[in-house]
């Protein structure tokens, strides 16, 4: 899986702490009207960054090659014919979440290109690479799951692993990062830790704290239905940064899943989204090269901003209070962060701070080399 092909490829100017990837095409990946992960979402995250003044950087397509890092030549053809209308029950194409669309296989091309770029960019010495296509953490080797086809993270992991010796994923999301997690389950020179709703109440049903990997390098922090941010952070406090530092990561591949959010419409944590954005802050402040990729969230008030104040966060810009004027219509919001946190305070307290618990040995464990 680990073949050298990280070359010097992606543009990004000195003195800018970091790319941010995008391209239009890559709002043909849609499920079509009523599906959830509606492209409008990105349509208006990237209005708010030009108006923002982020400079987009324009990626290539994946290649075929990119995708055979992680997935099958079998699957492959299985999405292409998808995309034709094909449907493909072994594959996950076709059924329930993961509807056909109009060429599957080359509209998700783009948003693994916008992950695999980013990776490159990192590779190359660029600190952040930020591409908001993309995050599609449930996808796996030979399956499509939960929205998401290919699996760019996976993809980025991969390119990055050829530059750094170990690399840290950490997903931020209100579900479970199960496709990222299965895919490096016994690769210890790969950690990953998600923060999410327990697999009790949401799909995918997984990430509970006994799955540790071969080697631990699989850390899982679930919380209840109906935790608030208070208890959500502290547990991201408790455990991430230190794990991240004992295990010595030198590069981290961020999933940015906005669904955590209180408004979200198919999920049950609640979030305000400043505190979404501390967990943001301390990523940034592990100082480490990262790749920075979108995920879920559905509701179209709040992914945007959170999604935009993230990348502001990371480009080491100041969040400002209110959304540029000539966006807000669009956006239909003013201001990035919310004005009230969900109440009341400390829900879910005793679960998380018993998964924390659990946790605190499994990250003793971690050391470098
Ligand atoms: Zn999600």
Known sequence: MLRRDCSARARYSRGVRGEFFYRPEMLSYDFGAGHPLNPERLRRAIALAEA????????????????????????????????????????????????????????????????????????DGSPLAISLSGGLHHAMPERASGFCIY??????????????SRVAYIDIDVHHGDGVQWIFYDEPTVLTISIHESGRSLFPGTGFVGELGAEKTSLNIPVNAGTTGDVWLEAFRAIVPTAVRRFGAEAIVLQMGTDTHALDPIAHVNLAAQEWLEAVQEVRGLDLPTVACGGGGYNLRTVPRMWIAAALTLLDRD????????????????????????????????????????????????SVG
């Not at 760019?152 to 530059?163: C, K, M, N, Q």
């Open 52 to 123: 923002e003044g982020i400079q987009v950087s324009v990626p290539p397509p994946a290649t075929y090659d990119d995708l055979l890092r992680i997935h099958t030549r079998d699957y492959l053809e299985a999405v292409k014919r998808a995309g034709e209308g094909v449907p493909s029950p072994e594959h996950g194409l076709g059924y329930g979440d993961d509807p056909l669309f109009s060429d599957m296989h080359g509209a998700s091309l783009w948003y693994v290109g916008g992950s695999a770029a980013a990776a490159r960019a990192v590779c």
């Open 319 to 366: 969040v400002p209070e209110g959304i540029p004027a000539d966006v807000q219509s669009l956006l239909e919001v003013s201001a990035y962060l919310d004005a009230d946190l969900p109440t009341p305070r400390r829900r879910g307290e005793t679960a998380a701070e018993d998964a924390v618990r659990q946790l605190k040995e499994s990250v003793e464990w971690l």
């Open 151 to 164: 699996n760019d993270l996976a993809v980025a992991i991969s390119l990055l692993r050829e530059r750094f």
